[in-house]
């Protein structure tokens, strides 16, 4: 009786687990590609490089291209509080005592210490354009970055600013670098990049919407 009422059990069990198993399988494998967000590059004022531990050579010469085929004059890295003009000089009015911004040294000083690194980039993106009344970007950074840094900007530019609607801004990937670029989808760093990403997204949603509960 016992082994007919297990077997009883085991059977919707099973029709209830495949279609589960068959979704989580489809969103493991879609994952990676709703975080490949590309735009096609456009005329603009400036191109803006996302600062990275990892990558860093392959998104500034992604922006060297777009900056040599005509795309913008002036490169910014908002993680260093860096601004070239086309004519090779650092322009001098967003290096301040305020915002002085090396490779080494740190932003966290000037936002709150829970903001995500690309939220702060973002900012400081927003900051350095509005000095230099920049309205048109190319957002640069590496592939996996890009639909975070979409989010992340639309909310800085756009929807947190009343006069978001004069911002134009494209996000263009730069390549992978070659370790990423040939690791399979079931490699641990494969699926460390694309995990970590969605926890990033979930910790800058989370703490935007415990700041408008308190706001």
Request: with cysteine; glycine share 6%.
């Amino acid at each position: 009786m016992l082994k007919k009422m297990t077997k009883l059990h085991i059977k919707p069990l099973l029709f209830l687990a495949i279609p589960i198993l068959a979704l989580l399988l489809i969103v493991a494998l879609c994952a990676p590609l709703y975080l490949n967000y590309a735009d096609p590059p456009f005329k603009a004022d400036a191109v803006v490089v996302f600062a990275g531990e990892t990558n860093m050579g392959a998104r500034r010469q992604e922006a060297n291209r777009l900056l040599a085929a005509g795309y913008a004059n002036c490169l910014i890295i908002p993680g260093f509080g860096y601004i070239m003009g086309s004519a090779d000089r650092l322009l001098p009015a967003v290096i301040d005592g305020k915002f002085a911004h090396r490779k080494g040294s740190d932003l966290r000083g000037k936002y709150p210490d829970f903001y995500e690194n690309t939220h702060i980039e973002a900012l400081e993106a927003k900051r350095i354009m509005d000095c230099f009344h920049l309205k048109k970007a190319n957002f640069v950074s590496s592939p996996y970055h890009m639909r975070r840094i979409k989010m992340i900007t639309e909310h800085v530019f756009h929807k947190n600013n009343p006069g978001g609607d004069a911002y134009q801004i494209h996000f263009v990937p730069a390549p992978l670098e070659p370790s990423m670029a040939k690791a399979a989808p079931w490699s641990k760093k494969y699926i460390k990049h694309v995990a970590l990403e969605y926890v990033k997204m979930a910790w800058f949603f989370s703490y935007q919407l415990f700041s408008q509960a308190n706001g």
